[in-house]
């Protein structure tokens, strides 16, 4: 990590139809404390993107639906900058979350605390911005986590900030509503410095969510968050044991 107190961070966001958004929150974002500011329209079919543009942010269409797809093409799209970011910040569209801290979420990476930090909402939620599904199946997930990996999360927070070289480690692969999940089980399994900071959360600014604004949004969702730690995690035992009889059978042939 540079010296420089002011470090190279890009913010991803991905949106789909959006446009009601766009304006506020390009008047909330920290402009100075980010180079790029992302926006990854995942096949919107309202005026997102344009309204996105007239912000100044860099735009870039991914038609493939899906909230990790849109977080993967916003990857992809750094990797070609030169030079890379040193962290990389997240960021959904709908103002639930106040973009103004999220260089309070950088400053633990930038002192080399930590290379990764999630705003959790748990705490300091407004009544009625998490839906008694949503704080369900955070704790659930973050408890099978803790479970699986001995790390303790107190909520799967979309805002959250990451060292660049960790975010290519990890691999990120997962092109649903498993990539918040999968971040947190990736980095917990390796046992990186991560950790929770508490951040306000209230109702979004305009629109309906794509998860909590159904149920069976809801459900896809949580299905989807507890398949991925499942897979993870029988993927972790089956590399763990293939590797012990690996090491078994250049032990014998020694």
């Known amino acids: 990590m540079r010296a420089d107190p002011k470090p190279i961070v890009d913010l991803i966001i991905p949106a789909y139809n959006e446009q009601q958004n766009i304006v506020a929150l390009g008047c909330a974002i920290p402009r100075d404390y980010f180079r790029h500011i992302i926006l990854v329209d995942n096949n919107s079919t309202d005026n997102t993107a344009d309204l996105a543009r007239q912000q100044g942010f860099v735009?870039?269409?991914?038609?493939?639906?899906?909230?990790?797809?849109?977080?993967?093409?916003?990857?992809?799209?750094l990797k070609l900058q030169c030079p890379p970011p040193e962290m990389v910040a997240f960021l959904d569209a709908d103002l639930s979350d106040d973009p103004s801290l999220l260089p309070k979420l950088g400053k633990p990476i930038a002192r080399g605390e930590a290379m990764m930090v999630i705003g959790s909402r748990r705490k300091?939620?407004?009544p009625g911005s998490l839906t008694f599904t949503q704080r369900f199946g955070n704790r659930l997930a973050c408890f099978l986590i803790w479970l699986t990996t001995c790390k303790k999360f107190t909520d799967l927070g979309p805002m959250r900030v990451i060292d660049w070289p960790t975010l290519l480690k990890l691999d990120m692969r997962d092109t649903t509503w498993g990539?918040?999940?999968?971040?947190?089980?990736?980095?917990a399994a390796r046992k990186l410095a991560c950790f929770d900071i508490d951040v306000p959360?209230?109702?979004?600014?305009?629109g309906v969510s794509k998860i909590s604004g159904s149920i069976k949004g809801s459900i896809k969702a949580g299905y989807k968050i507890l398949m991925t730690i499942f897979?993870?995690?029988?993927g972790d035992r089956c590399g763990k044991w293939f590797g012990c009889a690996k090491q078994k059978d250049i032990a014998i042939d020694d």
């Not at 990539?179 to 980095?187: G, L, N, P, S």
């Not at 959360?201 to 305009?206: I, V």
């Open 59 to 77: 735009v870039l269409h991914q038609p493939t639906r899906g909230y990790g797809a849109a977080c993967l093409k916003g990857i992809c799209w």
């Open 124 to 126: 300091l939620a407004e």
């Open 179 to 187: 990539w918040t999940v999968e971040m947190q089980y990736k980095a």
């Open 201 to 206: 959360y209230r109702r979004r600014n305009a």
């Open 231 to 234: 897979c993870l995690w029988c």
